[in-house]
Structures are given as C-alpha cells and as structure tokens.
C-alpha cells in the first residue's frame, strides 16, 4: 500500500528552522514528483515546494524561496524540507504528496497534480 508519513514538525521561534521529512513505503519515490504543500487554519491548502521525479529541478512558492530547501535521497526514500528563518506565518500544517511522472524535468506546486497525500505534521512558528 503507498503510504506518505510527514515528520519533524513542532514549535520553533521565528527565526528558528526545522526540517521535514517525507517517507514514503509502498512504492519507490524514482520516478515520483514530490510537492509539499502546507495549511493554515482558515485558509486553503496551498503549494510550498516541490521536487520533480528526475531531481532535475525544484519549485518554491515566492514566500518561501531563499528560506526553504527542497531535496530527495531517493536511497532512502525520503524527501526533505529544510525550513530556516521561520515566520509565524508560516505556521500551519504541511503535508507532502506524491505523483507519478516518469522522467519528467519540471514539477508544479499545485494541489491538483498530485493523487497521493501523507497525512500532515504541525509546524507551529511563535515566541
């Protein structure tokens, strides 16, 4: 059964990091593109970043870039986020999700490209 289980949330001051992780067991993440996507209460479920299945590129949502880190060892089947100078805005829940693409080059921070979702972890940003 393929299965996204998200990890490494918490609480951090602004300014902190943490890293998230994304495993996946089921299936082989070679071929997979990989988003993560977060959620605020309140507010629609929205594209963070994302990793395409060939690992030749990445996507970051413009609140993120030049904080957040996308990167995949596929080895161990996992994808990461590494998440520095955290803002309480970007509290909320983040989720990573899967999608089949083959060799593709490009991936897309878009709810809808993706079928398979893990099921969340808390990323709490407060003093």
């Known amino acids: 059964q393929l299965q996204l289980v998200e990890s490494g949330g918490g609480l951090v001051q602004p300014g902190g990091s943490l890293r998230l992780s994304c495993a996946a067991s089921?299936?082989?993440?070679?071929?997979?593109?990989i988003g993560w996507f977060r959620q605020a209460p309140g507010k629609e479920r929205e594209g963070v970043s994302c990793?395409?299945?060939?690992?030749?590129?990445?996507n970051y949502a413009d609140s993120v870039k030049g904080r957040f880190t996308i990167s995949r060892d596929n080895a161990k089947n996992t994808v990461y986020l590494q998440m520095n100078s955290l803002k309480p805005e970007d509290t909320a829940v983040y989720y990573c999700?899967?999608?089949?693409?083959?060799?593709?080059?490009?991936?897309?921070?878009?709810?809808?490209?993706?079928?398979?979702w893990g099921q969340g972890t808390q990323v709490t940003v407060s003093s």
């Open positions: 999700a899967a999608e089949y693409r083959g060799s593709a080059y490009v991936c897309y921070v878009r709810t809808y490209e993706y079928t398979y």
């Open positions: 990793t395409s299945s060939s690992g030749g590129s990445t």
């Open positions: 089921g299936f082989s993440l070679d071929y997979y593109a």
